[in-house]
């Protein structure tokens, strides 16, 4: 099993302020996504990184892959209230299953 | 958009029968999984099916799990004799490729 560690498990901040959301392993991943899941709902993708050392962005969220395929971080700035959910990544391993992190979930307070 | 739909939403069942969850996948994907999520817990691999048949499986998938593809459209989740601890949420989700998941909003299955 290839695990996948994120960091801080839970993240509670104010409106407007900026995060940093980690995602770690000690395995290589051929590619990595970020996923956002609502409470009863399934995890919606927000990305997939392949290069390593990829940078993506979408609106305020800035996605990174390590250099070496084995960690990958999430920013977000000027965060907003509806920005609040579980934040997941998940790697494909081998087999080309995915492996997904143990989730940070993330609380912007108005 | 197209999306991955499941049903039941919520399934509750007594411990030792058999249960089927079902999906309808993206009609153009050629990837099928599901995966689980314990309440608290994290989302884990159960299986991967391609071209009629498992790709992958999880240590969780025993015996008592089967996948069906059994009309070309749905893709089914059987579980023979439930557990107590098989009470999750389960999650359908299909992509076109190797990456690139949609997932289903879930079946909540509750073990009596």
């Known amino acids: 099993t290839q695990l996948l560690e994120q960091s801080p498990q839970f993240l509670s901040i104010q409106e407007g302020e900026n995060l940093t959301v980690y995602c770690n392993s000690s395995?290589?991943?051929?590619?990595l996504q970020w996923y956002r899941q609502e409470p009863g709902e399934g995890p919606v993708l927000l990305v997939t990184v392949v290069t390593g050392g990829e940078v993506k962005k979408l609106k305020r969220l800035t996605f990174q892959f390590g250099d070496a395929r084995k960690d990958s971080s999430l920013h977000i700035t000027a965060a907003q209230p509806g920005d609040t959910g579980l934040y997941l990544c998940a790697g494909v391993g081998t087999g080309n299953q995915f492996y997904f992190g143990t989730g940070t979930s993330l609380t912007v307070i108005p | 958009e197209p999306e991955v739909t499941q049903t039941p939403s919520h399934q509750v069942t007594q411990m030792g029968q058999e249960v089927i969850l079902r999906c309808v996948p993206i009609s153009n994907h050629l990837y099928f999984y599901w995966y689980r999520q314990i309440l608290g817990q994290k989302v884990e691999f159960l299986v991967s099916f391609y071209n009629n048949e498992i790709s992958e499986k999880s240590e969780i998938f025993d015996d008592q799990f089967s996948v069906e593809r059994p009309d070309g459209s749905n893709f089914t989740l059987k579980i023979r004799s439930t557990k107590l601890e098989d009470s999750a949420m389960y999650f359908c989700?299909?992509?076109?490729?190797?990456?690139?998941?949609?997932f289903g909003s879930g079946t909540r299955l509750t073990v009596v």
């Open positions: 395995s290589v991943f051929s590619s």
């Open positions: 989700a299909s992509s076109p490729v190797m990456y690139g998941y949609t």
